[in-house]
């Protein structure tokens, strides 16, 4: 490719609305341009990395043994009323009529479709295991759509759904599916791990996500740095830090704290450690038989509730919301921040943390504004509470395994393998016969990539101060040549021209920057666009007998031969596809 003959239009700032790094870059790269709130036209440059990142995701489902078809972008409402989710989806689902006052939806994901096509197409379990793929345009109508590629309302995504007999099958497909995108990811040359995640509503045995490991990623990821373990912080089981509960030392006392209407101000005002607190959270729920109930959540004064591990707790199964400020005076006499397990007005669950349950002469509220409890103890001043897991794991926490201590890094999630079950092969109906002719449910699992996601995660992930730095494997173009004095000197121009064909007949993805610009321009251009190698050819390197090459990952430059830069070039390029 000539860059003369390319669309390069470049940004000295990015817009004012670009917030992260990979929006901005993005938009100062002229790889995407805004249109609308969430959606954005992908230039040149970007499809050109979007194209390269489908292959790969394409080649790896393929090997794996997906059938790749193609579901259509607008999908009819009686699908989506006959799972449930037409009412359940909520705003996200953008839904429209067509001229006949029919109702349809754009596609936020495929499930639905799908299994209908599974429903019709598949008979008997001689036809299974099968798993079908799309690469195909989603839309989410998010209500605030941020940060280009990262969170936006159209974007490009592939998803996988299997189809089984049984749930041992499902295992193996899921097995394949887990693989295949160990070796995507690798391929694609992130830093990535994949993490157990929550089945969420859906429920299901099995979930995991590809995270790509980047300092701005919305997710938390917690990992044994000593271990395989990873998981997502709502997922992620958090041990008792206290071996055994220890005897009463002090006698209980209410205590005057005057504004202290969080943990750290009473352990403050009390010259106490804040894990020597304990932080009370209120929910609303009702019971099985529709009154309601309250329930009151205590974890230690420096650990938040996981609202993921809650939600799962018997007691909340009929749902549940956090309690208004009415009903917590009305429940416990007293504002928000001062009110605690004893002494409440109506009858409350206790539920403690595992850490509390072992706690002794810990601090709380005292159920009456300005005051606390200091020296509450379990048994004596308070019947034993129900225990579970409730936490958010630390940074420090020790591992189940005992094999050392937990860390925390933030990461973008963009895969993510699902085992679905009967889900929605039982509310569509999608049976098949088996070896008896009796009828059956699939047996199903889902797969998602986030395409467009992919390469917005990777610039955050991959970045300096002077622009992108892509993974070969996804950049727009793998070697740009940079001649300097184009329109001037006949033997510049050759140079450049002999190696731009020598690595175009080697299967290089290569640009020839014909545009005779200045070099200082030039060199900021390629940064910011962030091509793997670039190779500067000039005069006076040539009156040396040498160019010099530098790699966009690297601080510095090589002086090379001008009779081995040929195979000097293709053999760095072969490492970097390697790599």
Not at 160 to 176: M, N, P, V
Not at 213 to 238: F, K, Q, R
């Amino acid at each position: 490719m000539l860059a003369s003959k390319f669309h390069i239009n470049t940004l000295k700032e990015a817009p004012a609305e670009a917030e992260v790094v990979s929006h901005k870059l993005m938009m100062r790269a002229g790889m995407i341009r805004r249109l609308a709130g969430g959606i954005y036209t992908y230039m040149p440059l970007a499809l050109r990395s979007l194209r390269k990142i489908e292959n790969i995701v394409r080649e790896e489902m393929n090997h794996a043994g997906a059938l790749e078809l193609l579901m259509p972008v607008v999908q009819p409402a009686e699908l989506w009323q006959e799972s449930g989710r037409w009412e359940a989806y909520g705003p996200e689902l953008l839904r429209f009529k067509d001229r006949h006052q029919r109702d349809f939806i754009i596609q936020p994901t495929s499930e639905e479709v799908v299994t209908d096509i599974a429903r019709n197409e598949i008979q008997s379990w001689r036809q299974l295991p099968v798993n079908f793929y799309h690469i195909q345009t989603k839309f989410r109508d998010e209500r605030r759509p941020r940060f280009g590629l990262m969170r936006g309302r159209e974007f490009t995504m592939k998803d996988a759904y299997s189809f089984d007999k049984d749930e041992a099958g499902a295992g193996i497909s899921y097995d394949k599916m887990y693989d295949a995108y160990v070796r995507i990811f690798t391929r694609l040359g992130l830093d990535f791990r994949a993490v157990a995640a929550d089945t969420g509503a859906i429920g299901g045995s099995r979930s995991h996500e590809f995270q790509v490991i980047a300092d701005t990623g919305e997710d938390e990821i917690v990992y044994s740095p000593n271990s395989d373990y990873a998981a997502n912080i709502e997922l992620a089981e958090a041990t008792c830090l206290i071996p055994e509960r220890a005897e009463a030392t002090e006698e209980l006392a209410e205590v005057h704290t005057p504004n202290a209407n969080k943990c750290e101000l009473v352990a403050g005002q009390l010259e106490l450690p804040l894990a020597q607190t304990v932080k009370s959270v209120v929910y609303h729920t009702t019971d099985d038989d529709g009154k309601d109930q309250i329930c009151l959540l205590l974890v230690r004064g420096d650990h938040d509730v996981n609202e993921v591990k809650a939600s799962k707790l018997d007691a909340l199964k009929n749902g549940y919301r956090l309690a208004t400020e009415d009903e917590i005076r009305e429940y416990f006499g007293t504002n928000p921040g001062f009110l605690g397990p004893i002494n409440t007005l109506k009858p409350v669950q206790v539920i403690a943390d595992r850490t509390v349950a072992n706690m002794s002469d810990w601090v709380c509220g005292a159920n009456k504004e300005d005051y606390h409890l200091r020296g509450v103890n379990w048994g004596r001043d308070l019947v034993e509470p129900i225990i579970a897991d409730i936490r958010n794991v630390v940074a420090g926490d020790p591992t189940l395994d005992g094999t050392g201590t937990l860390a925390i890094q933030r990461g973008i999630e963009v895969g993510h393998v699902f085992f679905l079950g009967d889900t929605y092969s039982k509310a569509l109906n999608a049976t098949f016969l088996n070896e008896q002719g009796k009828a059956e449910y699939l047996q199903m699992g889902c797969y998602g990539i986030g395409v467009s996601r992919i390469a917005a995660a990777a610039i955050e992930q991959n970045h300096d101060d002077k622009g992108i730095i892509w993974p070969i494997s996804m950049a727009p173009f793998e070697v740009v040549i940079c001649p300097i004095g184009w329109g001037k000197s006949e033997a510049v121009r050759t140079k450049a021209t002999e190696l731009y064909n020598a690595l175009l007949k080697a299967g290089v993805d290569v640009v020839l920057d014909d545009r005779d610009s200045r070099p200082g321009v030039m060199f900021s251009e390629w940064e910011l666009i962030g091509v793997p190698i670039r190779v500067t050819i000039g005069d006076r390197g040539l009156a040396n007998e040498e160019v010099e090459v530098q790699l966009r990952a690297a601080a510095e430059s090589e002086k090379v031969s001008v009779t081995d830069l040929n195979a000097y070039v293709l053999n760095l390029y072969q490492q970097l596809k390697n790599q």
